[in-house]
């Protein structure tokens, strides 16, 4: 490999670019991943938008991927002590340098929250090597946290992306009863992973209330047993619906994942006394909303938890879900589609407008004619 | 005992009015308390101004109360199954007729969401008996959970009354970190109870942002570490205040007992990443208030945790914790004043501006000349 | 309905006979049950054989049944609120009269600890009524908690039966991580059950070790990724094999399911440092085992759970669980076979000796020529 | 500094000697530390016996210490970023070299359990430099944990020394009630600890049952509201006393802090239904210990939780707590014995023997005449 193709994001509100780069310098215990396949997420297009503050442009975007290692200089390991190989397929945790040694590391033992954590393809940049997936290859950093696929194709640990391991903290923090009743609320990537994990950990009722008609397909095919169609019903008539299915009292569990802060509000009425809501839509800051603390909050006896990044765990049981081939399946029905990297600017529109539901960049697709 | 003197809120908005009852009837398990003290709360300032929605007036109010067992039909155990004689001074839970039958109470373990609960002095009302403390005496019917106060002074127990049992309720959902700090909002008797239990807990800071100074100084003299005055600083120098005794981070754990809407946000913000909001202030509608699902809570992995009433465990805690001796005198320091049945009007009153700190009904006083 | 036949344990290690008993006298909110079918598990071995203390013999067994209701006197309603109607084919929890009202079910919230409560077929006698389900009707009480099954066939629900509720008290306190390793020892009704709300919780991979085979068949049906035959293998060899499908680690979580003091000892040995332990299977004391705690606990940082019977919310979940369709689907791969009232006799040998996986008594039923 | 001092253990069983040993090179991001105490505790009493296996000997004991920081080459800063200063106050977690890069670091978050982890004056040897507290200086290696000790004496942070933080990680992992009972089991500096820590957190009850009498008589100092005499009660007569002060129903609470293996099933036996037992004392191996699994744990619905080592978040909360001057005084109630490097041997032998409570080894004392 002489040169390295990237698509690089060259600032706010700037469409993006391929250009060429001389393959790394490999520092000890570091090597070179040749991708196979990268995501497309809602959170590249707010980076190539500019909605998100202190992003070092340009970037190479892409922070789940997929791919073979190359070059190894020294040795890389996983969390069983294995040692990995040259041309083993693998992924990696995103999230690089967590400081362990910190206050939120080491006493509140919430990793998510260290300041010192960078994120590949969204808080490194050009900068900072090749360090985001839209491209041949990228630069795995020392201290990068592989994980080795097996059998698992690299299209099934797509179709879960970087939605799997945000939705499984958030399912982890939800604390879902056996046989009880989940709502959903947004059939993106992180709903429709939720989806799936809510049945997975013994929800009987999972309810999805989404849009568009696409994605509310995919809801469906995925397992949730009711939908509703987000743009055809008012904030009451969707609280009406949630309640005919549960008895009257409201869902045990809400998960929201709209990215809409108005959803926050709904998300609380919409759960049963008692009950559990998790907040995993709000990426973004996009404004205040409302609420009222006595009838939403206190009176309802009601958990609101917020729920931020993930964690190696996450990524890690993410992995391990995916090993099941029956479990892998249901990932498998969420419709993808490929983009080469002359065309992730249509693979962000198209993420935008929700025309797909989950975008891959290929390296290998050759653009569009 | 011929005649009983109960003072009866007769409607919304009317003052109260000390009327004669005849004794009860007992029903079989049933007794007659001889009342020495019950309380004024906030909760009672809303019920004579009629902010409480569905209740049965008249009503006879004061729902915690301390008195002497009078005629005992049939069998009253404590919860140890212990026989409770005539003449035992006693108190019990004001919650009355949780149904153990519904699914609230059997599936979702939450009996404070019971819909078949009853709560003495303020959901019973005239009709339903001698159901509120502020009389001679009152009637307790069968299967109210009664617990034998022993060496517990009645005063002490009132310095708590139900602001000590719901505070407990709260700071059990805080999971509050032995060495951590909690910040308090709110300094009235659930605020005072709240930071005595969380230093009993062993919270190393405990700071308390409230109003007026009366209160404030009994925050001081029952163990806040530090204290702000509400009214003379803004959200955002509250804010400072905080970050700066929390190194730049917030508190571990807040818990919101002021009734205000707005606290529920601010507290939010006054806590640090991963951390803990229980919100146990809003107990009546005042309205909405506006918040940032994002920078509040998503980003901040927080928790919000809404915090309903109290059931038995919470009661029966309170009264095990005023067992000892050490820790009872810190509730002692919380003043207290004594008012007649024809000083209730009074006590609302001084209660509602803040004038008193804890106001008892005694039916032995007489009436201030 | 002018005579009721029953199969009566008439005393320890007695065999069962059938006798006629007249129709009960209805209380106010009581009701007749037609029997359906009733289970035989191996409690009730043990009642025939005497190993349980404080039998009230004769007694009629059967303490999980399915049937269709009778006459009703008053009324039945379930937890929802809704009245029940006679014709309905509904089961009940078997736990009866636990009293909301001493230390254990106000305090410490462990109902399944309340000296109070009866257990139908079990605790109730002949003396206390038709109380067991071994019989062509039963005297549902007032206050039994009866849940309608709906489109759920009795068949189905049999297959759970009373160790699905079991089953589902354990892995609730398993705290399961979605794509972990359980291990279940033994493979009996509980253990089964166990195998089969292990994967629906989540858990990526299932051990099993136990015997005989069939039930280890009956194991793999339900779920089980790997199996081991524990009458081939010594204790080392099976916690080899247990270490060489958890990457030399041990189980995330393990649930002891046998009835061998022994096993408890092996599963704190077979399970990975900081897992959990559930003891579910020491329903009779079988003596003492020895264990190093040095070795086996402490250093391990182990948590070890007794688990003892289930409450309204387990029986609950069960039934919520059978609604699903795709659910009941694995339940209804367990081997069964029923046996009539005359039968009850082969069925607890059947049971004894494993040569049946689950045994019902359906009333209805020939004997056996 | 020329020389430095230090008190070896040769090897097992043998008797310490004192050694002259070259100042360190410091590496990047090391210092060096002029000790003023370090602890001798238990665990020394075994390295010296050689009862602890793979001990590098000989070693430098001596892993909890409190010193004055010299020469830092590089930076070091605490968990809160701040930049530490030459001639600082400081402790330091004794764990060193937690990888945060294996299983049980990252998937389960059991960073006790890492095989990497390696303890100064336990696991450090000669071979590894200056690595234990009974010298005159230690060697801080880089990514030593290190935390200012501001106001707190040397003496109140060792009069809890290595215990604190074994003990509140004990605590924690307790769940103790406020208002419940805990039974502490031993009387030595762990269970002190405990027993102080209990109170801290809210017990209103806490007995214990230890032995000899110097240290039942700082148990009742340090805040234990009932004491027992472990040698002059059999074990029947110590449930007696337990469930005598308890309703008859054991503790809700008890922590096992004794080592000998018996005291694990006595823990269980002297515990209420559905309480938890803290296992933090068998911390060598002392052999099996038997139990009935039926009646101590199942049927009890009993947790019984290991508990290893202790994290960073243990060490940092036990110096927090000791910023509180009222707190602190508690634990200065604990008599305490200084000795100088040449009387490590004594210390030793009178710790072993319990002649005293807690033994120091203060570099600068002069040997005892």
Known sequence: MTRVRAAVLPGAGRAPDVRDFPPPDLEPDSALLHVECSEVCGTDVHLRDG???GVPYPIIAGHVSVGRLGAIRGTLRDVHGRRLREGERVTF???????????YCLVAKASTRCPQRKVYGITYGVEDGLTGGWADAMYLKPGTRCIALGDVPGDSFMAGGCALPTALHAVERADIELGGTVLVLGCGPVGLSAIILARLRGAQGVLCIGAPHLRLQAAEAVGATQRLDFSAHDAGAQRDWVLEHTHGRGADVTI??????????QAMRCTRDAGRVVVVGQYTDRGETSFNPHLDLNQKHLDVRGCWGSDFSHFFGAVEILHDAAWRAVWERIPMRRYGLHDVDQALDDVETGRVVKALVDPASAPTP
Chains 1, 2, 3, 4 share one sequence.
């Open 51 to 53: 909605r998100l503050a």
């Open 93 to 103: 945790l995103d999230v690089h340098r967590t400081c362990h040694a910190c206050w």
């Open 256 to 265: 929201e994942a709209t990215g809409d802060p108005a959803a926050v509000a």
